[in-house]
C-alpha cells in the first residue's frame, strides 16, 4: 500500500514540474514582469553547479569540530541579521492590504483598549482566519510597550524571530538528517532563497508561518517506532496539537504537512502508538481550540462578529480562483488572483450564507465559458503562474506603499538591468529546486529505492492541488521554501555522490 503511494506521489510530482518548468519556458510566467524562461533556465543550471562545487568544500572537509560548527554558525547567523536590518532600513513598507489592516487594529487596540476608530472595523467579521494574526500582533506590540519600542518595531522584530527560528529548526533538522558539515550547506541555500529576506518588513502570516511546516517535521523525528510512549513524547504531542491548532490560525495550508506527515506516520511507526500520539495532538488541538474561541473570538472588548453578513463563504475564494475572460482578461490578476470586483459581488449578498450559491453559480459559468480546452490550459497557467515565480510576489508587496521611495538599495532595485538580474538570480533559484526535485523523483521510481522525502512531496502535491482550486498567488509558496530547501539538499547530496562515482571509475 505504501509503495503505491510513494510511487503514485512521485509520478505527480515529476510530471507536475516537468509540465511548470515547460512553462516557464514558453508562457508569460510573472503577470507583472516580462522575463525569459530560456535565461532563466540557463542560470538555474549555473546554480545547481554552485550549489555542487560549495557543496564539495564541505564535504571534502573530514571534520567541522563544535568550535569551528558554532563560529560558522555564528557568522552566517550575523551575516543574515545585518542583512535584514538594510532591508528594514531600505526597503520597508507602510503597512497596507490585509496586513495592514490587521496592525492597525492590533496598535489601536494596544493603546486605547478597543478597535473603535480602526480602519476597516469589520474586517475580522468578514475574515476571521486573520483574528489569531491580529491577537499575536497585539501580544508583541504590548509586549515591546514595556520595553519602550514602538508597535511597527515590535512587529518588525516579531517577523524577524519567525524567520530566524525557521534558520534555526532547519539547521537543526539537516544535522539530524545528515551531519554538521551538510547543516551548514542548509544555511548556504537559506540564503540563496531572497524573498524570504525581502519580506523582512512584511509581517503577515506567510512569514509568520515559517517555522509551522519545518518544526512540525523536525519535531515528529522524536517519535520513536516502540508501542510505549514515554514521557518525552507525551510533551512532543502536546507541542505538536499547539503547532496543529496554531498551522490551522495562522495558515492553514501548513496543515498539510502534518496531515502527510501523520499519514505516513501509519508506516513508520505501530497503530498503536499513532493512535496514542494522535489523541494527545487532537485533544490538546481541541482543548485550545476551545480556549481561543472563548478568550479572544467571544471576548467582546474586541468587538469581532458585529456585523450581519458574517464571514466570507469558503465559495467566495473558489470562485475568485476562476478567472472572468471577459472582465480580467488582462490577466492583472495573476490568473485567479485577488479581485476587487469578486469581493463586491461577494459582499452584495445579505449574508455570507446567501452568497454561496451565487458564488458557485458564477464560478460555474466561467467555467463553462472557457470550455472544455479553456479551462485546463486557464489551470495549467494558474500553476505555472504561482510555481514559476521565484521571487513569491516578493518585489511587488515591498513596492506597495514604501516608506522610502528614494532609499539606495530601493533605488537600485528599480533599475532596469539590476533589477532584471535579480528577477532571473531568483528565477533561477525556484527553477533549480524545480529541476532537482523531477530528478530526484524519476530516480526513486527507476531505481525503486525508499523515499525519505515522500511526506514533503505530498504535502507539496495537496497545495499544488488546492491553489488549482483557490485563490492563486505565488507569496502562497513562501511558508514551503523549508521543505523546498530539505529536497535541494538531499538531491545535491545524492549528484555529488553520482559524480562523485563516476569519476573515481574513469581514474
Known amino acids: 500500500m505504501k509503495n503505491f503511494f510513494d510511487k503514485t506521489i512521485n509520478i505527480f510530482i515529476a510530471l507536475m514540474f516537468i509540465l511548470i518548468i515547460l512553462g516557464t519556458l514558453f508562457l508569460k510566467v510573472n503577470v507583472y ?121 515590535s512587529c518588525y522584530i516579531l517577523n524577524i524571530l519567525c524567520i530566524d527560528t525557521t534558520y534555526i529548526i532547519l539547521y537543526l533538522l539537516i544535522r539530524k538528517m545528515y551531519n554538521n558539515k551538510i547543516a551548514i550547506f542548509s544555511l548556504v541555500i537559506f540564503l540563496c532563497f531572497l524573498p524570504i529576506l525581502i519580506y523582512t518588513p512584511i509581517f503577515y502570516s506567510d512569514t509568520l508561518s515559517l517555522p509551522i511546516g519545518i518544526l512540525f517535521i523536525y519535531l515528529f523525528m522524536f517519535i520513536k517506532n516502540n508501542k510505549r510512549i514515554e514521557k518525552k513524547e507525551i510533551i512532543i504531542s502536546i507541542l ?4 496543529l491548532f496554531l498551522s490551522k490560525e495562522i495558515k492553514i495550508t501548513t496543515c498539510f504537512i502534518f496531515v502527510s506527515i501523520i499519514f505516513y506516520n501509519n508506516f513508520k511507526i505501530s497503530l498503536t502508538k499513532n493512535i496514542k500520539v494522535c489523541s494527545i495532538i487532537f485533544i490538546t488541538f481541541i482543548m485550545l481550540s476551545l480556549s481561543f474561541n472563548f478568550i479572544v473570538i467571544k471576548n467582546k472588548n474586541f468587538a469581532f462578529n458585529t456585523t450581519l453578513y458574517g ?19 488582462s490577466c492583472r490578476n495573476s490568473y485567479g488572483g485577488y479581485n476587487l470586483n469578486d469581493y463586491i459581488f461577494s459582499q452584495s449578498f445579505k449574508t455570507g450564507n446567501d452568497a454561496m450559491k451565487p458564488d458557485l453559480n458564477e464560478y460555474f459559468k466561467r467555467v463553462s465559458k472557457m470550455g472544455i480546452i479553456g479551462y485546463p490550459s486557464f489551470l495549467y497557467k494558474k500553476a505555472v503562474n504561482a510555481w514559476g515565480d521565484g521571487s513569491y510576489f516578493s518585489l511587488k508587496a515591498i513596492s506597495i506603499k514604501p516608506k522610502n521611495e528614494n532609499s539606495f538599495i530601493r533605488n537600485t532595485f528599480n533599475n532596469y538591468f539590476i533589477k532584471n538580474i535579480i528577477l532571473y538570480y531568483m528565477q533561477g533559484i525556484q527553477i533549480a529546486f524545480i529541476l532537482l526535485t523531477i530528478i530526484n523523483s524519476i530516480y526513486i521510481l527507476r531505481k525503486k529505492k525508499k523515499d525519505d522525502l515522500i511526506p514533503i512531496k505530498t504535502s507539496i502535491f495537496m497545495l499544488f492541488i488546492f491553489l ?19 529536497i535541494i539538499i538531499n538531491e545535491i547530496n545524492y549528484l555529488y555522490n553520482f559524480f562523485a562515482k563516476i569519476k573515481l571509475k574513469k581514474h
Open 240 to 243: 505538536l496539537g499547539t503547532l
Open 33 to 153: 514582469e516580462n522575463i525569459n524562461g530560456f535565461i532563466s533556465l540557463v542560470v538555474s543550471l549555473l546554480v545547481i553547479y554552485i550549489w555542487l562545487k560549495v557543496f564539495k568544500i564541505f564535504k571534502i572537509k573530514k571534520v567541522i569540530n563544535s568550535r569551528e560548527e558554532i563560529t560558522i554558525f555564528v557568522a552566517f547567523f550575523t551575516l543574515y541579521s545585518i542583512l535584514q536590518f538594510i532591508i528594514l532600513k531600505q526597503l520597508s513598507v507602510i503597512p497596507s492590504w490585509d496586513f495592514g489592516v490587521v496592525f492597525d487594529n492590533a496598535k489601536q487596540f494596544a493603546d486605547t483598549g478597543s478597535r473603535m476608530g480602526a480602519p476597516y472595523f469589520e474586517y475580522f467579521d468578514l475574515f476571521p482566519n486573520n483574528i489569531m494574526l491580529f491577537a499575536i500582533l497585539l501580544l508583541a506590540i504590548k509586549f515591546g510597550y514595556v520595553f519602550g519600542l514602538s508597535a511597527i518595531a
Open 468 to 486: 488549482l482550486i483557490w485563490e492563486n498567488r505565488s507569496r502562497y509558496l513562501l511558508n514551503y521554501i523549508p521543505l523546498f530547501i530539505i
Open 311 to 329: 464571514k466570507y463563504p469558503y465559495t467566495h475564494w473558489i470562485m475568485m480562483g476562476v478567472e472572468d475572460i471577459d472582465a480580467d482578461n
